[in-house]
């Protein structure tokens, strides 16, 4: 059974720093695209971040420079840095993984086959 674990979610000031894990159990990251999204209260779940299966990233605009998406494959784990963050980061971030389409649909959700439960960022200003 698939089972995506989000960590690292919490309270900072703007301009602190995050780093929010992801740990699958039952799956292994190898050939997947794996992706972060994240949903704000009263909006629509936007893609983050992705890393496909041959080290290849891609960000929302919003978020490059400040964000870097990285997998540490022997510990099957998926990262997100997070650094100069904005109130406007503010979200419960999930991470999904998209084992058919290779993130062909980021930053759409569609295509997506697992996901987290999430965990919760919240940047004050």
């Known amino acids: 059974q698939v089972q995506l674990v989000e960590s690292g979610g919490g309270s900072v000031q703007a301009g602190g720093s995050l780093r929010l894990s992801c740990q699958a159990s039952g799956y292994t990251y190898s050939s997947d695209c794996m992706a972060w999204f994240r949903q704000a209260p009263g909006k629509e779940r936007e893609g983050v971040a992705y890393?496909?299966?041959?080290?290849?990233?891609s960000y929302a605009d919003s978020v490059k420079g400040r964000f870097t998406i990285s997998i540490d494959g022997a510990k099957n784990t998926l990262y997100l840095q997070m650094s100069s963050l904005k109130p406007e980061d503010t979200a419960m971030y999930y991470c999904?993984?998209?084992?058919?389409?290779?993130?062909?649909?980021?930053?759409?959700?569609?295509?997506?086959?697992?996901w987290g439960k999430g965990t919760l960022v919240t940047i004050s200003s």
């Open positions: 890393i496909d299966s041959i080290g290849s990233t």
């Open positions: 999904a993984t998209d084992h058919n389409y290779s993130c062909a649909y980021w930053p759409s959700y569609y295509g997506m086959d697992y």
